[in-house]
């Protein structure tokens, strides 16, 4: 489920008028800061910070994303994206 609010929280950035882009490496800054380990990924109820930054990166997902960014940039708007 943390996978795809993450995905969904990508669309709403896009939407929002904010790079998407830049998400990812911010899950990669927060894991430096909390010391993603293996146990700790395996314990845990989310995926490491290492994982989410992967998997927003993805092409599908992050194109996804990209396109409602550069409606709103363009002044096209979001109509019904969710």
Excluded at 65 to 81: K, P
């Amino acid at each position: 489920m943390e996978i795809e609010a993450d995905h969904i929280g990508l669309l709403v950035l896009g939407a929002a008028g904010y790079d998407p882009r830049v998400a990812p490496s911010v899950y990669e800054k927060l894991g430096k800061i909390a010391g993603d380990s293996t146990l700790s990924n395996y314990l845990s109820t989310h995926p490491s910070s290492k994982k989410r930054a992967q998997l927003l990166r993805q092409a599908k997902v992050m194109d996804e994303a990209l396109r409602l960014y550069r409606e709103v940039s363009s002044g096209q708007g979001t109509e019904g994206f969710l």
